[in-house]
């Protein structure tokens, strides 16, 4: 189905015809936005006023007189130095979302004029290793902006850039080695919490043997030696340290209610056959140069406290390859190989320093130049209530399935709390807890900017009041719960009805959820649909206190008009919310 043109292009349409009109020269912006004083201002005649020396109240008359008017624009006048305010047609109005209610799959949204391919690397948790707190935002934040990609018309390539090499697997693979059954599964399958106990155990027992065991330690750095030369039986070793972490992986990511594919898991080790070659290019170019052994990279505005430059160092002086080589042989893979145009690293703000060098080396390599770009959406850290780094009470890092548990626990009892007449069985509300805290976790971290820190708050996180998902879970299950008790009566757009100033509002609202969506994704920001949304809700919310749809019964052509707006509202809040990677119950 064909986009729908939404009412802020349409009145932009007429008033940059209007000022080419008045002044057939000028370059017209009308600089048009949303208003309290009317349904739209635009700003733009000041700007042209001063650049054609008139006065901008009188060119501003004079473009008024230029504007076509009935069908779309009920009213234009002229305010202050030189503004004009705009207020549309109810019937306009309505035929738009009316339009946009005939498309439920996309309400109208447009795809992109030109879509590309994005690889997107998010979600990189280190294989043996728990995943904590600090894994969260990379992979709620990382999902979403998936799904605005996608939903845009953008060909997503999702990678999962795991830390699954280093020295720390000698120890590992040598202690499994003398110990061969320590993975070996009794039953067929394991969860995700066994596997990571299985691993947790090993490790302990792993690094207890080597810091009191000299011989040992010395057959795990020869260990370290045959994993990087491609010794068979060690690949094999290690290979089972990275099947067991993932069962571990898949279960987490599984509560949190996300979808990671395993070819889109790609580690560390999946560039090592390109590391020499990254080395060779860079050095044989003179992008990259010797120093006291080491090959390196050297920026003219990076310096350290004493003055002196601080190197990106790709290759090691005793031959070893850092996470830059990694790093810098994946963006010419992504390039190269997938054909990339744009890279998004979703990766913690402490590492900027790092992903600033590595983009600068490739782009003096010509590996990203003005047709691929990298862009590091760098996020935040997560503070405590406290407003220090989350820890448990005893300082240590929180285990994020401990996170989740405890969030879906306080969500379960609320959706109970709440469910006063009994309608659910303890099966849904099982269910209907699992969304609801899942659910609050995501939002809480998605409606804050990613590069701000924010803090865990579950009270304010599951509240019903405020900016919260369960305040906008709540308001989609009352729409559904309005829609089933309407009885006979249908949703049916009535374009030649008036309109209340409460259904204005919140139909020019919805209108605007394809700009949202094309904007959230340009800007790759989701804090700017959880906005939208919130604003959606608090809007529907005033619009149904003041504008009857069931009781007490209003007209029939009124009905049908009120529950139209009210199942496009409850249908906007469903799509929106998908694009954030969280559910929207029937029910609650």
């Known amino acids: 189905m064909a986009s729908v043109t939404s009412l802020t292009d349409l009145v932009n349409q007429r008033l940059t015809d209007a000022l080419s009109a008045t002044l057939p020269a000028a370059d017209a912006d009308p600089l048009l936005r949303r208003s309290d004083r009317a349904d739209f201002q635009a700003n733009g005649i000041l700007a042209l006023a001063k650049k054609a020396k008139a006065n901008p109240r009188d060119l501003a008359t004079q473009v008024v007189a230029q504007v076509t008017s009935g069908d779309v624009i009920k009213d234009i006048e002229v305010s202050g130095p030189g503004f004009l305010n705009i207020t549309l047609t109810d019937k306009a109005i309505t035929e738009n979302l009316a339009a946009r209610y005939a498309d439920p799959q996309r309400l109208g949204a447009p795809y992109a004029d030109a879509p590309g391919t994005t690889v997107i690397d998010y979600a990189q948790p280190n294989v043996a290793k728990e995943m904590h707190v600090g894994h969260l935002r990379s992979a709620v934040i990382g999902d979403s902006v998936v799904q605005l990609l996608e939903f845009t018309g953008e060909n997503v390539v999702r990678r999962h850039h795991i830390g699954d090499w280093g020295t720390q697997f000698g120890m590992l693979i040598q202690y499994l080695d003398e110990h061969p059954h320590e993975?070996?599964?009794?039953?067929?399958?394991?969860?995700?919490?066994?596997?990571?106990?299985?691993?947790?155990?090993?490790?302990?027992?792993?690094?207890?043997?080597?810091?009191?065991d000299e011989e040992f330690k010395t057959r795990a750095r020869r260990r370290v030696v045959d994993l990087q030369a491609g010794?068979?039986?060690?690949?094999?070793?290690w290979q089972k340290f990275v099947d067991e972490s993932k069962i571990y992986f898949f279960s987490v990511f599984e509560k949190l209610d996300m979808e990671v594919r395993d070819p889109d898991i790609v580690g560390e080790s999946g560039y090592n056959?390109?590391?020499?070659?990254?080395?060779?290019?860079?050095?044989?170019?003179?992008?990259?140069?010797?120093?006291?052994?080491?090959l390196c990279v050297f920026f003219d505005d990076i310096k350290g406290p004493d003055g002196n430059p601080v190197p990106l160092i790709v290759q090691k002086s005793d031959g070893g390859y850092g996470y830059a080589a990694t790093d810098l042989s994946a963006i010419r893979d992504r390039v190269f190989n997938l054909k990339a145009?744009?890279?998004?690293?979703?990766?913690?703000?402490?590492?900027?320093?790092?992903f600033k060098m590595v983009f600068e080396t490739a782009r003096k390599a010509g590996w990203l130049n003005g047709d691929v770009k990298a862009y590091q959406l760098a996020f935040g850290t997560v503070l405590g209530k406290d407003g220090k780094p989350f820890k448990t009470r005893e300082g240590e890092t929180v285990r994020l399935v401990d996170l989740l548990d405890e969030a879906i626990d306080r969500a379960t009892a609320v959706v109970r709390e709440k469910d006063t007449q009994r309608q659910l069985s303890e099966e849904e509300v099982a269910e209907r807890g699992t969304q609801v805290g899942i659910g609050a976790v995501k939002y809480a971290d998605l409606s804050t900017s990613a590069s701000r820190d924010y803090k865990f708050d579950l009270d304010q996180m599951v509240s019903l009041n405020g900016d919260t998902s369960v305040y906008l879970q709540y308001a989609y299950a009352r729409i559904r719960s309005i829609l089933r008790k309407a009885g006979e009566s249908r949703p049916e757009p009535h374009p030649e009805l008036d309109l209340h100033e409460a259904e204005r509002a919140l139909g020019l609202h919805l209108d605007a959820f394809a700009e949202t969506v094309t904007e959230a994704a340009a800007e790759y920001a989701p804090h700017k649909m959880t906005a939208y949304l919130y604003q959606l809700a608090s809007l529907f919310t005033s619009f149904y206190d003041k504008c009857?749809?069931?009781?007490?019964?209003p007209p029939k052509d009124i009905a049908e008009n009120r529950l139209f707006l009210c199942d496009l509202t409850a249908r906007t809040l469903h799509q929106g919310m998908a694009l954030l990677g969280i559910r929207t119950p029937e029910r609650l």
């Open 183 to 212: 993975l070996d599964h009794k039953a067929s399958e394991v969860s995700g919490e066994e596997a990571m106990s299985n691993l947790d155990r090993l490790y302990k027992a792993a690094r207890k043997l080597f810091d009191s």
């Open 231 to 237: 010794d068979p039986h060690t690949l094999a070793m």
């Open 548 to 553: 009857p749809v069931i009781k007490p019964e």
């Open 341 to 354: 145009n744009s890279l998004i690293y979703v990766v913690d703000a402490r590492q900027s320093l790092h």
């Open 273 to 294: 056959d390109m590391l020499a070659e990254t080395c060779r290019l860079l050095e044989e170019s003179g992008v990259a140069v010797r120093s006291e052994g080491a």
